[in-house]
């Protein structure tokens, strides 16, 4: 595949090499979301201990 063809260059899986910026976009919610769950889980222990 040439680059001029208008296409992104993949890779042999199908898969972009460089994830597009909404993608980086929604792993920081999923990792926002899981600290604020670690964060909840631990309060919660120890108000309970």
């Given at each position: 595949m040439?680059?001029?063809s208008g296409q992104a260059?993949?890779?042999p899986t199908g898969l972009?090499?460089?994830p597009e910026?909404?993608?980086y976009g929604l792993m920081g919610?999923?990792?926002l979301i899981?600290?604020?769950a670690m964060k909840r889980r631990?309060?919660?222990t120890a108000s309970v201990a």
């Open positions: 040439s680059a001029s260059a993949t890779t972009s090499p460089v910026p909404s993608t919610v999923i990792a899981g600290v604020v631990k309060a919660r």
